[in-house]
C-alpha cells in the first residue's frame, strides 16, 4: 500500500549540476503532477500529465523537464539547477481531474 | 488563473476551543475545494473536500462551508486536540483545468494545552 513514493528524499545539489527527481505511484492513477514548496508560499504546480505520453506545463515550469513513459513513473528533470531551485518537492496522483490528489512524502532539495 | 487567498497564516487556540480558516477563490468557475493538513517533514493529506454543488460537509470534528456566491470557503476544528497542530492549506481547481490545484500559503494552526 506504497501511494505515492518520491525518491531522494534529500539531496544537495551544486549550481549547474543537473539530476533527476524520480515519482512512482502504484494506484494505476492517470493524473500526476510536480508541485514545489518554498516557505511562506504554499505549494506552486510545475508541470502536470493526464495520462501516459502527455505533459503539459504548470505556473512554474521553467528550468524543469518532465516525461510520462508508463502511468507508474512520473521523473522531474533538472537540467541546470539553480540556487532558485532550492525548494522541498512534492509529487502527487490522482485517478482523474475530478478525484482527490495524493501526495509523495517529497523531496527536499539544496542548490548551493 | 485561478488566485486563493487563505487567512490567517498563524492560528493559536487552546485545547478543546475551535478553530476555522477562511480561503477566498477568484475564478468563479472553481469548482472542487479540498483541504489538507501537512505535518513536519511529510506531504499534504486530505482531510476533507467540497464540491460547488454542496454548501456544507462534515466529518467529525472536521466541517467545511461554501459560499459559491462569495467565493468563500472556510474549514471548522471543533474540540481541538493537539495532533490538529499542523500546517493546513486549502485549495481550489477550475471547473474546465485539466492541471493542478492553487492552494492557498496555509494556516500554521498551533493547539496551546
Known amino acids: 500500500n506504497a501511494g505515492v513514493t518520491q525518491t531522494p528524499k534529500f539531496q544537495v545539489l551544486k549550481t549547474g549540476q543537473s539530476m533527476t527527481l524520480q515519482c512512482a505511484q502504484d494506484?494505476?492513477?492517470?493524473?500526476m503532477s510536480w508541485y514545489r514548496q518554498d516557505p511562506g508560499m504554499g505549494l506552486r504546480l510545475i508541470h502536470y500529465?493526464?495520462?501516459?505520453?502527455?505533459?503539459d506545463q504548470g505556473e512554474v515550469p521553467n528550468g524543469y523537464n518532465v516525461s510520462r513513459s508508463t502511468t507508474e513513473d512520473f521523473p522531474l528533470r533538472l537540467l541546470s539547477a539553480a540556487p532558485s531551485q532550492t525548494s522541498v518537492y512534492f509529487c502527487a496522483s490522482q485517478s482523474d481531474r475530478g478525484q482527490p490528489q495524493h501526495f509523495g512524502d517529497g523531496t527536499r532539495l539544496s542548490i548551493l | 488563473g485561478e488566485n486563493v487567498e487563505q487567512h490567517p497564516s498563524t492560528l493559536s487556540v487552546q485545547e478543546g476551543d475551535s478553530a476555522v480558516i477562511k480561503c477566498t477563490y477568484s475564478?468563479?468557475?472553481?469548482?472542487?475545494f479540498p483541504w489538507y493538513k501537512q505535518e513536519l517533514g511529510k506531504g499534504p493529506q486530505l482531510i476533507i473536500d467540497?464540491?460547488?454543488?454542496?454548501g456544507e460537509k462534515k466529518d467529525q470534528r472536521i466541517a467545511v462551508t461554501l459560499n459559491k456566491t462569495a467565493k468563500h470557503f472556510s474549514l471548522h476544528i471543533t474540540e481541538t486536540q493537539p495532533e490538529d497542530s499542523a500546517v493546513y492549506f486549502c485549495a481550489a481547481r477550475g471547473q474546465l483545468s485539466a492541471d493542478g490545484l492553487t492552494f492557498g500559503k496555509g494556516t500554521h494552526l498551533i493547539i496551546q494545552p
Open positions: 467540497i464540491r460547488s454543488n454542496v
Open positions: 494506484m494505476n492513477h492517470e493524473y
Open positions: 500529465s493526464v495520462g501516459a505520453g502527455i505533459t
Open positions: 475564478d468563479s468557475a472553481s469548482n472542487y
